[in-house]
């Protein structure tokens, strides 16, 4: 028996993933600003009725973390050590490493409501996690 699809996708997006800090906005990248000009482009096109966005979920905790990647790793990333702090290529500041607490929440949670929800597409508006790698 086929289950009737939910018509609206599931969107895990909070403004809180999104780094304006303007040494990233000035500097080489544009992928923090990615989820915020998504969903300004969905609103634009006049389709955000097709959409739920979960914005309430907790940011992801440094333990989580540890789980992909080095304990160094992770404690430099979030205090802000150099170099490890910014070698994945965007210039460090707290702003990134919060930015980056929620957009990994965000796709953990798109990943987990598909699991649980199959009758529903789920989407996270992330960008920027092929500059991560477990040591560096």
């Known amino acids: ?9 599931k969107v895990f997006y909070t403004p809180k993933q999104v780094n304006t800090n303007p040494n990233i906005i000035n500097g080489t990248s544009r992928s923090p600003l990615k989820p915020m000009l998504l969903m300004k482009a969905l609103d634009g096109l006049g389709i955000s009725n097709h959409i739920e966005v979960e914005g309430g979920f907790a940011p992801f905790e440094m333990e989580d973390f540890k789980i992909a990647h080095t304990e160094e790793y992770v404690d430099a990333f979030f205090g802000g050590i150099e170099p490890l702090c910014s070698s994945n290529m965007l210039p460090w500041s707290k702003e990134l490493a919060e930015s980056v607490r929620y957009t990994n929440a965000s796709l953990y949670h798109a ?5 649980l929800n199959p009758s529903q ?16």
């Open 111 to 115: 990943l987990r409501h598909s699991i």
């Open 1 to 9: 028996m086929n289950k009737i699809r939910n018509p609206k996708i």
């Open 121 to 136: 597409v789920s989407h996270s508006f992330t960008a920027g996690f092929h500059h991560a790698r477990p040591k560096a």
